[in-house]
């Protein structure tokens, strides 16, 4: 499965860490997405994107800032 986006121009306006970790009783990915109250929570793939989607809209939105350092970190077990 793809799940970044590919192309020319600005995709992220937040860095996204991705940590992919391996567990052999997964019969398909899982997606974790960790809030900003650092708390993990499951998500699936199309969720996260539209987080991300979601976080470029409101950072082209901002007057003084279209750029955030703080990363969305994203965890993905699979077999």
């Known amino acids: 499965f793809q799940f970044n986006q590919v192309g ?3 995709k992220t306006r937040r860095p996204v860490a991705l940590r992919m970790q391996y567990n052999p009783r ?3 990915p899982r997606c974790f997405l960790q809030g900003d109250d650092g708390i993990e929570r499951p998500k699936s793939l199309t ?3 539209e987080y ?3 976080e470029n809209r409101r ?3 901002d007057p003084v800032r279209s750029f955030d350092s703080r990363e ?3 965890r ?3 077999k």
């Open 47 to 49: 969720e996260i994107q």
């Open 52 to 54: 991300i989607e979601a």
């Open 59 to 61: 950072l082209e939105k």
């Open 72 to 74: 969305i970190n994203v």
């Open 26 to 28: 997964c019969a398909h």
């Open 8 to 10: 020319g121009g600005t």
């Open 76 to 78: 993905m077990e699979y």
